[in-house]
C-alpha cells in the first residue's frame, strides 16, 4: 500500500499517465488522479483510471468532480458522480475523492453519506469543498460522522502554509477520528515547517511542471504553446527527504 516512510504519507496529484509513473518512480506514497488541473481538478476518463490501476502499485484515489465550478450539484450531477465511483470500484481504485455542500455553505451529510456507502469499501477523501464551508468545525464533525477516512484543505486560504493555523486546530479537534491533510502550495520549501506547525502527517502536493510540446510543426498563428502539466520528480524525490528527516 506505498512506500509510507516513518509516519509520514506524500500523496501526488496526477494529472496524466506521465505524471502518475513519475510520482510512483519518486517515491510518493498515493496518487490522486485528476483531470483539468486548470479548472480545479474534475474526473478522469475511464480510460486513463484504466491505465493509472494497471501501472500504478501505490494507493489510487480518482478526483469525482464532475464539471468545473462550484460543489453543489443537481440531480444529474449527482447522478453522475455515482455513476463514477461505480467506475472506481470496477477497476480496483483503492479510493475516490468527493465533497458536496448545500448552498449555505453546509456539508451536504444525506448526499455525501450515500456516496461514502456506495464507494465502501473504498476509502473516502473530502477534498477542498470543504475550504469553501462557512463553518470548518461544525463541517468536520459533519465528515466525521459521515465516515470519510480524510479531510484535504488549506486551511481555508489559497495555501496550507497561508492556512497553517485552523489546519492545527482542525488536527487537534479531530483527535485522531479521521485525517486532516494539508495541501495546495505545499512545497520543498515549506512542508517542513508546515509539518511541525500543523502536527500534520499526510500531505498533499502537485509538484507540477509544464512540460513543452514534443511537435515539431507549430502554426504561429493560433497563437498557442500546447504546454501540458506533468510532475516534477526532482521535487517529489526532495518532498520524500524532507519528510524522511522529521
Excluded at 52 to 81: T, V
Excluded at 175 to 203: C, H, W, Y
Aim: aromatic share 6%; hydrophobic share 40%; charged share 20%.
Amino acid at each position: 500500500m506505498g512506500n509510507t516512510t516513518n509516519n509520514f504519507t506524500l500523496e501526488i496529484i496526477g494529472f496524466n499517465i506521465e505524471g502518475c509513473r513519475i510520482a510512483q518512480a519518486a517515491g510518493a506514497n498515493r496518487i490522486e488522479l485528476c483531470d483539468n488541473p486548470t479548472e480545479g481538478g474534475s474526473t478522469p476518463s475511464y480510460g486513463f483510471i484504466k491505465a493509472a490501476r494497471a501501472l500504478l502499485n501505490i494507493p489510487l484515489y480518482p478526483m469525482i468532480h464532475p464539471r468545473g465550478g462550484d460543489f453543489c450539484y443537481s440531480d444529474a450531477d449527482f447522478n453522475i458522480i455515482k455513476a463514477d465511483i461505480h467506475v472506481c470500484k470496477e477497476l480496483d481504485c483503492d479510493g475516490v475523492v468527493i465533497g458536496i455542500l448545500n448552498t449555505n455553505g453546509s456539508i451536504d451529510k444525506k448526499r455525501t453519506a450515500q456516496l461514502v456507502e456506495l464507494a465502501y469499501p473504498l476509502g473516502v477523501t473530502f477534498h477542498r469543498a470543504f475550504d469553501r464551508c462557512a463553518n470548518p468545525f461544525e463541517a468536520l464533525e459533519h465528515i466525521i460522522d459521515i465516515g470519510c477516512e480524510r479531510i484535504l484543505t488549506s486551511g481555508q486560504q489559497l495555501t496550507a502554509p497561508e492556512g497553517a493555523a485552523l489546519i492545527s486546530e482542525l488536527i487537534k479537534q479531530s483527535a485522531d477520528r479521521i485525517i486532516i491533510m494539508p495541501g495546495s502550495g505545499v512545497k520543498s520549501s515549506n512542508i517542513t515547517q508546515l509539518a511541525t506547525t500543523t502536527g500534520a502527517t499526510e500531505f498533499h502536493a502537485s509538484a507540477r511542471i509544464w512540460a513543452d510540446s514534443k511537435m515539431q510543426h507549430s502554426n504561429s498563428s493560433m497563437k498557442e504553446q500546447l504546454q501540458s502539466v506533468t510532475v516534477d520528480e526532482q521535487e517529489v524525490k526532495r518532498l520524500m527527504e524532507l519528510l524522511n528527516e522529521l
